[in-house]
């Protein structure tokens, strides 16, 4: 199966920034962020194709960024103006078919790196 190993993650306060990277051990087509605080469910963040198509949840529209090196095979998404409810584990997925932006079609998954953003 596809591995994703995400980094980034750290604490910060309200309104700071932060920058999230994912390595696949391939070319995914597309590719996702997803978040989860404890005791609800695990939410998408922001989808892109292989094209660079771009795709966000209402909740981040505005203040995140996903994007793509493709030589690197790695997945980016900045993150600013970040709010308390951004806070939770945010994992890399990626599939390998069509329609990018539908995020109950991701497979795989990574370990996840914690974000937890502060009043």
């Known amino acids: 199966q596809e591995q994703l190993v995400e980094s980034g993650g750290g604490s910060v306060q309200a309104g700071g920034s932060l920058r999230l990277s994912c390595v696949a051990s391939?070319?995914?087509?597309?590719m996702a962020w997803f978040r989860q605080a404890p005791g609800k469910e695990r939410d998408g963040v922001a989808t892109?194709?292989?094209?660079?198509?771009?795709m966000y949840a209402e909740s981040v529209k505005g203040r995140f960024t996903i994007s793509k090196d493709n030589a690197k095979n790695t997945l980016y998404l900045q993150m600013t103006s970040l709010k308390p409810e951004d806070s939770g584990m945010h994992y890399c997925a990626a599939r390998f078919g069509g329609a990018c932006s539908i995020f109950h079609l991701y497979k795989y998954w990574g370990q996840g790196t914690q974000v937890t953003v502060s009043s």
């Open positions: 892109i194709g292989r094209d660079g198509t771009t």
């Open positions: 391939g070319s995914p087509y597309c």
